[in-house]
């Protein structure tokens, strides 16, 4: 029987990636539910080759298009967030991955999770920002989360059959674009330079995350949440070759490695078929050829993203919410020529300074507070005296 699955982001970098994997396996999969923001071209093509029950285009300034596209194919379509939250419930699904970027992709999760079905999660704002609450209804719904950043899938596998909890996890980083460069420099880049990853092709968001180490402070977050562990337990290693994915480190000294090819179709396909495997054709590592395999720690005070997102942590409560909220309207004002690239820790550090915190959390008080968030980081920015 073939597994019945939704895709939320459907035409993002994770989402196409996604397609893909199953496209090569259509025998085992079955694409029931397909959502976009923007991107209605893009999805209704998707729609007609993968034939899923329903789509959602979130704007509702596409609704139309996409529906007089897809209803003659007997396509179901909706339109709003609030749709993206109710499909994920759908009896036929067996497992939703959410590719969607940023703090949208909560409330479907959540929904997702508490409907009972198994979630794949390309989206770490979700555990960044919720992490405490989405865990907790992960273990009383008895729904797996199954990781499908590399980074994390890499830990996972490293831990699939250890009885023994890790003493320690290695988070890899490719260190990004900038590696190397003083403060001063960095006061002087581009967008375009911040979006030209050296080692993997992503989304807009995720690359500047990328290039600021922001993204692995998130996912330190993440994996905290992910694997049960203190934040002391995680360390990040820039390791410019991006062979190894991730480690473990145990209580007697062992540590476990994985690697693998610079290809996110690997965890995609891998958190698509767990607990099992599929052959794949995503090319293989050469060993005899990986002349030099580097490690060491990161520039805290040149990229002091990775730093904010230990403090935030720390903090508990809402703060991780808050710190997430402000760096992605910092990454967007960035893009958009508002501020500049060393703008954006800046404006964390005062969001995280000036929101009010908690520390007892729901779904609703973080919505509020990522609100709040956006709101006084506009603000800032606007005060920067940098024109939108």
């Not at 199953?22 to 080759?49: G, W």
């Not at 907790?136 to 797996?144: F, S």
Request: hydrophobic share 45%; with cysteine.
């Amino acid at each position: 029987m073939k597994r019945k699955i939704a895709i939320l982001g459907s035409t993002g970098s994770i989402g196409r990636q996604t397609l893909d994997v199953i496209s090569r396996n259509s025998n085992l999969f079955e694409v029931v539910v397909l959502t976009a923001n923007e991107n209605y071209e893009l999805l209704i093509k998707q729609a007609v080759k993968f034939q899923p029950d329903t789509v959602v285009i979130a704007n509702p300034v596409h609704y139309d298009i996409v529906q007089s596209a897809l209803s003659p194919l007997g396509i179901k379509v909706y339109t709003g967030h609030n749709s993206v939250c109710q499909v994920v419930e759908m009896e036929s699904i067996d497992l939703v991955l959410t590719a969607i970027v940023g703090f949208s992709g909560l409330r479907p999760a959540w929904n997702a999770i508490n409907a009972g079905k198994a979630l794949a999660i390309a989206n770490k704002e979700i555990l960044v920002a919720a992490g405490e609450i989405i865990t907790r209804l992960a273990i009383e719904k008895n729904v797996p989360i199954i990781p499908v950043d590399s980074e994390h899938s890499a830990i996972f596998q490293c831990l699939m059959g250890e009885l023994t909890a890790p003493e320690k996890i290695f988070l890899t980083a490719s260190g990004g674009p900038f590696k190397g460069m003083k403060l001063s420099e960095l006061e002087k880049v581009t967008v375009d330079q911040a979006l030209h990853h050296p080692r993997w092709e992503m989304g807009n968001k995720v690359t500047i995350d990328s290039a600021t180490l922001m993204n692995k402070g998130l996912e330190v977050i993440e994996a905290k949440w992910l694997f049960s562990l203190d934040a002391r337990q995680i360390e990040v290693l820039v390791h410019p070759q991006s062979v190894i994915h991730s480690m473990v480190q145990f209580n007697d000294g062992s540590i476990k490695a994985q690697l693998g090819p610079q290809d996110m179709r690997l965890p995609i396909q891998f958190a698509l078929t767990y607990p099992y495997r599929l052959e794949g054709d995503f090319g293989r590592l050469s060993l005899a050829n990986l002349q030099n395999l580097t490690f060491e720690s990161p520039d805290y005070e040149t990229f002091p993203c990775l730093n904010l997102a230990y403090r935030a942590i720390g903090k508990g409560g809402n703060m991780p919410c808050i710190m997430n909220a402000s760096n992605e309207v910092a990454v967007t004002a960035f893009i958009n020529g508002r501020i500049k690239f060393t703008d954006i820790p800046a404006i964390i550090e005062r969001s995280m300074n000036t929101i009010g915190f908690s520390s007892s959390i729901d779904i609703q008080m973080l919505c509020e507070t990522n609100n709040e968030t956006r709101k006084k980081a506009d603000e800032f920015i606007t005060a920067l005296s940098i024109k939108p």
